[in-house]
């Protein structure tokens, strides 16, 4: 007998001061986005204009008994606040409410702590967790969250009653441990940037369709990457083999999305996974072109990309989703270099965005005829293993071939080139 996964009911606040730079409307529909995403489901919402925040409960008092009269009759079990909270503001919200109190920050630890698949993804988690909780120790001590459900996810659920130290000591044994696996990821990102197919990095807000468009122009033979019309449906870098028009392959990585006010220690536990986008030789920015708030989803990625300190690679910026767009009511951001206006999900413009790829690689490819004595056999295995050549003929001076070589290439056989 199947058995119907309960559903969390969870009431949202927000504030208008805390939706800055976003407007109070669109900064709400993000965090439902969220709450979604987290398997939860909104039935109440309460929203406040103030010039400050409260330190006691963040809103005011009149704002925190309509939540209690709003959860009285709807069996709700969570409220989520799009604003960061303190550990005493938590406290204080929970023994007047008699209800879980979670911020957007927790939130967002908490879907990542559902989507990490990889290890080094769940250590990373993992450590921004331990790390959020660590200055909120003195407004949570002594209440557990073993409870389940939205806010309690991932290894970071039963350490609220440890002390200062003990999470101290975890949180340095993670860093070792990460140390480890980040070796590994570098010996992976080694050996990709020694071999000579260009690297193309995928970046953008997060549901803004990066994993559909490397599902559309991967090879073949490489396994879709997770496609869902949620915030956060991919968290795991995924990295395939594609082919430009000219028939060159190059390899493409599907980079974990972003999101207004993501939390600054997520960021920087997943930085060294964000770092992949350094060995990138292209970076393809993606933008929902269907979403009224594409300026401030732009501007986010933007500056995430100047910490990451990538904003010397040349750019190429994408609008996708054009099929739920009206073009003549989008306000176009300006950006550096090259854009394009696609939709991945309809195929639209596809060829488009290979054309730029290769535009924007800087690689001018022909094709040219190479002739490799027989006393070069060590160079022509070389080239056959880097190179998609094609044997022609074997002649009394030696192996004639033919491949698609960039100017780079050209130079490095130009001995060989007939």
Not at 60 to 89: C, H, R, W, Y
Not at 104 to 117: C, H, P, V
Request: glycine share 6%; charged share 30%; aromatic share 6%.
């Amino acid at each position: 007998m199947e058995t119907t996964k309960k559903i969390e009911k969870v009431i949202i606040v927000a504030t208008d001061l805390g939706s800055f730079p976003n407007t109070l409307s669109s900064s709400l529909e993000e965090l439902r986005e969220l709450v979604k995403a987290d398997e939860g489901q909104v039935v109440g919402v309460v929203t406040q204009n103030i010039e400050k925040f409260n330190p006691k409960y963040l809103i005011g008092t009149g704002k925190v008994k309509e939540i209690k009269e709003i959860a009285k009759n709807m069996e709700v079990e969570t409220v989520i606040f799009n604003d960061e909270l303190s550990g005493i503001q938590v406290r204080n919200l929970e023994e007047e409410l008699k209800l879980k109190v979670v911020d957007r920050t927790n939130l967002i630890l908490d879907i990542f702590a559902m989507r990490a698949n990889t290890y080094e993804a769940k250590l990373q988690v993992q450590l921004a967790q331990r790390e959020y909780q660590l200055p909120r120790l003195l407004g949570i001590k002594g209440w557990s969250r073993t409870g389940g459900g939205i806010g309690t996810r991932g290894p970071g659920e039963q350490i609220i009653e440890t002390d200062r130290r003990r999470l101290l000591r975890e949180i340095n044994s993670i860093k070792k441990k990460l140390k480890k696996a980040e070796l590994n990821r570098e010996n992976a990102a080694k050996k990709r940037r020694e071999s000579p197919l260009p690297n193309v990095a995928l970046v953008g807000y997060t549901n803004a369709g990066k994993s559909t468009i490397l599902n559309r122009i991967k090879e073949n033979t490489g396994r879709d990457v997770f496609v869902k019309n949620m915030l956060f449906a991919t968290l795991d870098p995924g990295i395939r083999q594609a082919k430009l028009l000219n028939g060159r392959d190059f390899i493409i990585s599907d980079t974990v999305g972003f999101v207004s006010k993501l939390p600054t220690k997520l960021v920087e536990a997943f930085k060294s996974t964000l770092e992949e986008v350094k060995n990138a030789d292209l970076i393809v920015h993606v933008i929902d072109s269907s979403n009224s708030d594409l300026e401030i989803q732009y501007k986010t990625t933007m500056d995430i990309l100047k910490e990451l300190e990538v904003l010397d690679r040349p750019i190429l910026t994408v609008f996708n989703k054009m099929d739920r767009a009206e073009f003549e009511e989008m306000i176009v951001p300006q950006v550096p270099g090259d854009k394009i206006f696609i939709s991945a999900k309809k195929d639209e413009n596809m060829e488009v965005l290979l054309k730029a790829i290769e535009k924007n690689l800087g690689l001018s490819y022909t094709e040219e005829k190479l002739l490799f004595p027989f006393s070069q056999a060590g160079k022509l295995n070389e080239f056959l293993n880097n190179f998609k050549g094609e044997i022609l003929e074997y002649n009394e001076e030696g192996t004639l071939v033919k491949a698609t070589l960039s100017e780079i290439e050209k130079k490095e056989f130009g001995d060989f080139i007939v």
